[in-house]
């Protein structure tokens, strides 16, 4: 299957700080990927959709502000989260879809690890 | 959005039962995939069913995609520890640009 890798998989910040998140499709270009966060023992919450080349589209409750998105290549989506806090500690995971029609498939990142402290 | 309803939120078993997973919506998708995530990693896709009826197998798992495509189960057969883990569905649309996820089923298989 097509890889996704994300980077860093761990990060932890002081309170008040930036940290910026990489997610890159290895073998194959992504037009759009998505970003999620996930709460321990729960499922993936979208918080937006990455469009190379235009804005994201972030889900409703998700500030657009706070949790920066560019996607500046096909193989390349970064999340920004800004003045970071400690309710911002998660689990944020990225994944590009890949191929066309019903063989579109999702493949996703290893997942980062944000520990505001 | 389209919705899926996974079905049970959380199974602990012992080794060597069998189980089955459900996940269900009102919504026709035009594919149903189905991941296992473990703790701290990220999903890794297991399977695609794209036609109503479709039965993939896959070692001890079983994957079924309804008739009407609008849902699927997972049946797994004599469960080890290795299965346990986050299994979640998620429906593509007929669009072909949107996932939606089910709420996920968190297996615990103990020895």
């Known amino acids: 299957g097509a890889v996704v890798s994300q980077h860093p998989s761990r990060v932890i910040c002081k309170s008040g700080t930036s940290v910026k998140i990489e997610c890159r499709s290895l073998?194959?270009?992504?037009?759009?990927m998505f970003w999620y966060r996930q709460f321990p023992k729960q499922s993936l919450m979208l918080m937006a959709t990455?469009?190379?080349?235009?804005?994201?589209?972030?889900e409703q409750g998700v500030e657009k502000d706070k949790f920066l998105i560019n996607h500046a290549s096909l193989t390349l989506s970064t999340l920004t989260v800004t003045s970071a806090h400690p309710e911002d500690s998660s689990f944020y995971i990225c994944s590009a879809l890949e191929g066309r029609g019903k063989t579109t498939e999702a493949f996703f990142g290893q997942g980062t690890r944000l520990t505001v402290v | 959005t389209q919705l899926l309803e996974q079905s049970p939120q959380f199974l602990s078993i012992q080794e060597g039962e069998n189980l089955t997973v459900y996940c269900n919506s009102s919504s026709v998708f035009s594919s149903l995939q189905w991941y296992r995530q473990e703790p701290g990693e990220g999903p890794v896709l297991l399977v695609t069913?794209?036609?109503?009826?479709e039965v993939k197998k896959l070692k001890r798992l079983t994957f079924q995609f309804g008739d009407a495509r609008k849902d699927s189960s997972l049946h797994i057969t004599a469960a080890q520890t290795g299965d346990t883990g986050l299994y979640l569905c998620a429906g593509l649309s007929n669009s072909g640009y949107a996932l939606n996820f089910g709420k996920g089923t968190s297996l615990l298989v103990t020895p």
């Open positions: 073998d194959f270009q992504a037009t759009t």
């Open positions: 069913v794209v036609t109503g009826g």
């Open positions: 990455s469009n190379e080349g235009s804005k994201a589209t972030y």
